[in-house]
């Protein structure tokens, strides 16, 4: 079984895309989904069960994936942000090309159905290719990050005491005890909407010195960033 873990909050705009592209996969084996939801005011716990998810109590991303893969019964966990869509055939050639390359974790490329070519420049090409590239000596992982069990347990979780860059970090430490790859056949779709609250160079910035601390093995305990888990559906409300 594969469980698929999705923390949330306030995400009655965009769980609903991400839950639609899950259960319209062609996908063979069995699956549960969990939402973590960390306190949401709006209909995210309703929509979450209508499409019969199990929920559970979260808190920040960390706290959240820990909380739903304690009920997890898969003997893979699939990590996911709640405002991201999973293309067809995405599940199914996830586990099959984690079987093929042998791989304990792994992560994936990002992309998006925009024409902004800041955007098309950083992340599909400098991100895209720089993660691909750095994969067998510096692990990196965001919005989409699939682990077997037995790995997610030895590393203990994600570390909730991190600020920012928790997903990163738990993939260089799960690589420790695992091998780690970056799927070639599957993307995930992601929205813009971290780009459009916060302006394409200012998040650009963020995520490069993000990208520095990751790359140093540094975890962002402080909260230099000043963020907030609901940042970007408020201006949405």
Avoid: W
Wanted: hydrophobic fraction near 40%; aromatic fraction near 14%; charged fraction near 30%.
């Amino acid at each position: 079984m594969l469980s698929i873990i999705i923390p949330a909050l306030n995400e009655e705009k965009y769980l609903p895309l991400l839950l639609r592209s899950i259960k319209g996969q062609d996908f063979s084996e069995d699956y549960e989904i969990i939402v973590a939801d960390a306190g949401s005011k709006d209909k995210t716990i309703e929509i979450a069960r209508s499409f019969g998810c199990k929920t559970v109590k979260g808190g920040l991303p960390a706290i959240g994936r820990n909380s739903g893969a304690k009920i997890a019964k898969g003997k893979s966990l699939l990590f996911l942000d709640a405002d991201v869509v999973l293309p067809q055939g995405f599940l199914e050639n996830s586990l099959c090309e984690l079987e093929k390359r042998k791989l304990d974790i792994a992560s994936y490329r990002l992309t998006s159905k925009t024409n902004n070519l800041l955007f098309k420049t950083a992340f599909h090409g400098f991100y895209n290719n720089f993660i691909v590239v750095s994969q067998k000596v510096s692990a990196h992982g965001a919005m989409g990050i699939i682990i077997r069990k037995e790995i997610f347990d030895k590393v203990g979780g994600f570390d909730e005491s991190v600020k920012m860059a928790e997903d990163h970090y738990f993939v260089r430490k799960a690589s420790k005890f695992g091998k780690f790859g970056i799927i070639k056949s599957a993307k995930i779709f992601i929205t813009l909407r971290r780009f459009e609250r916060d302006g394409y160079l200012k998040t650009f910035f963020k995520y490069f010195l993000c990208g520095f601390f990751t790359v140093s093995g540094k975890a962002i305990r402080s909260d230099f960033f000043n963020y907030r888990f609901d940042h970007y559906s408020k201006k949405e409300k």
